[in-house]
């Protein structure tokens, strides 16, 4: 089935370790994204990538990074100096420039 | 900061009400989106408006955008248990040629009392 994959599910980590969450399409989609979600915040936009080998910082991209070697593939690295990274983690593309987002079903990252 | 403004944040409603969900924008938006997330879910797309004045009906939702492209509601008549979730807008704000990002507001959540 055509979809966004998102991995893992749930993640936990120690303060000071980076984590890299895994997002991949098959619906052969040019622009990935990815936000962030916390209770009471809506979806803020932390990188986007139109094309492969390219990608935008987003209005929260400090302490994150990221790649888009291929198409299928851009994944989110959660590194140290992201303060408060406990968070849901949802990864999206999309079809065509006016089009909607299709979501992967996230990945719900705790820092203990 | 914020640019996309949803109200309410909460709303309960009894099965059988109806229920609204309102979302500004400070400035004209080119498009508006809206998605439902499930709990524990991901959201997902129900609709994009593009003109202005443009009213979209799926069953029992009735979707708006204004006239000056700058508000947008999302209407359901007789709620179900069904409908529980967080509706979110989404309003796309760069006119920028080749880009496209998304404004979310902070969504509204829904719950439905049987």
């Known amino acids: 089935d055509g979809g966004i994959t998102q991995s893992p599910k749930y993640l936990f980590r120690k303060e000071g370790q980076n984590v890299t969450l895994s997002c991949e399409q098959n619906l052969n989609h040019d622009a990935m994204y990815w936000y962030r979600q916390d209770p009471g915040q809506g979806l803020r936009l932390i990188y986007y990538?139109?094309?492969?080998?390219?990608?935008q910082k987003g209005d929260i991209a400090e302490g994150y990074s990221v790649s888009r070697e291929k198409k299928e593939s851009f994944p989110l690295t959660v590194t140290s100096a992201q303060k408060n990274p406990t968070a849901f983690y949802l990864c999206a593309s999309r079809p065509r420039e006016h089009g909607e987002l299709f979501f992967g079903e996230g990945s719900r990252l705790t820092v203990l | 900061g914020q640019q996309v403004m949803q109200i309410p944040q909460y709303q309960h409603v009894q099965e059988g009400e109806d229920f609204t969900t309102y979302c500004n924008s400070s400035t004209t938006l080119s498009n508006i989106q809206w998605y439902k997330q499930r709990p524990g879910g991901h959201p997902v797309f129900l609709i994009q408006?593009?003109?202005?004045?443009e009213v979209k009906k799926q069953k029992r939702l009735t979707f708006q955008f204004g006239e000056a492209k700058k508000n947008s509601s999302l209407h359901i008549t007789a709620t179900q248990t069904t409908d529980v979730g967080t509706y979110f807008c989404a309003g796309r704000l760069s006119l920028m040629a080749g880009s496209y990002q998304l404004t979310f507001g902070k969504g509204t959540k829904l719950s439905v009392i049987p």
């Open positions: 990538s139109q094309i492969v080998n390219d990608f």
């Open positions: 408006l593009v003109k202005s004045g």
